[in-house]
């Protein structure tokens, strides 16, 4: 994993994260509490994706994870960020 993705998460986001809270959190470029947190999953739970978008700004953040993330859910998963995540995990194979 590259070094630089793992500056991109804010470690307060990532405490919201872990608690379940996805949505109004703070955004590091515009400061806003606009950033909507998703997920991606790879198949056979072999990786995962968690992804922040702001909604203000537009700005997306992206770290992969080799394990399940603390509050992971299902129901976070974003059908536009499981397809990058898709091309990326299958491009490596
Ligand atoms: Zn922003």
């Known amino acids: 994993m590259?070094?630089?993705?793992?500056?991109?998460?804010?470690?307060?986001?990532?405490?919201?994260?872990?608690?379940?809270?996805?949505?109004n959190l703070l955004c590091p470029h515009c400061r806003q509490q606009s950033v909507e947190a998703f997920f991606s999953e790879q198949n056979l739970k072999q990786g995962y994706g968690i992804w922040l978008e702001c909604q203000?700004?537009?700005?997306?953040?992206?770290?992969?994870?080799?394990?399940?993330?603390?509050?992971?859910?299902?129901?976070?998963?974003?059908?536009?960020?499981?397809?990058l995540d898709d091309r990326a995990w299958n491009a490596e194979k």
């Open 2 to 23: 590259a070094d630089d993705n793992l500056i991109t998460i804010t470690l307060a986001n990532a405490r919201e994260i872990a608690k379940g809270h996805y949505s």
């Open 56 to 83: 203000r700004c537009e700005k997306v953040e992206h770290i992969s994870c080799n394990s399940e993330p603390e509050g992971f859910s299902p129901l976070r998963i974003s059908e536009k960020f499981q397809h």
